[in-house]
Nanobody, 119 residues
Framework: QVQLVESGGGLVQAGGSLKLSCKAS????????MGWYRQAPGKQRELVAM???????NYADSVKGRFTISRDNAQKMVYLQMNSLKPEDTGVYYC?????????????WGQGTQVTVSS
């Protein structure tokens, strides 16, 4: 059974920083792309950043230059360093991983961690 567990969310003032972490565990053979998504109240879930197994990254335009995604393949972890946070960054942040188990290849989600940025 695969689990993705996020941590690091919280309440921060505008201009502040937070670092999110996500650890994958279970019977994992390989992890392809990992990413962070967020969902603000009343809005659809959107991609924030993603990173391939070859460390190629992609960011939403709204976070470019402020957020940095990274991963540790040995530890099966992905991180999101968020700087210069804005109130519009508020939402539930979800970790996502495209990975392979003995059952095949699937996408998995974490339970989410709340990020609140006050003005």
């Amino acid at each position: 059974q695969v689990q993705l567990v996020e941590s690091g969310g919280g309440l921060v003032q505008a201009g502040g920083s937070l670092k999110l972490s996500c650890k994958a565990s279970g019977s994992i053979l390989s992890i392809n792309t990992m990413g962070w998504y967020r969902q603000a109240p009343g809005k659809q879930r959107e991609l924030v950043a993603m990173i391939t197994s070859d460390f190629i990254t992609n960011y939403a335009d709204s976070v470019k230059g402020r957020f940095t995604i990274s991963r540790d393949n040995a530890q099966k972890m992905v991180y999101l360093q968020m700087n210069s946070l804005k109130p519009e960054d508020t939402g539930v942040y979800y970790c996502n991983a495209d990975l392979r188990t003995w059952s095949g290849r699937n996408a998995y989600w974490g339970q989410g961690t709340q990020v609140t940025v006050s003005s």
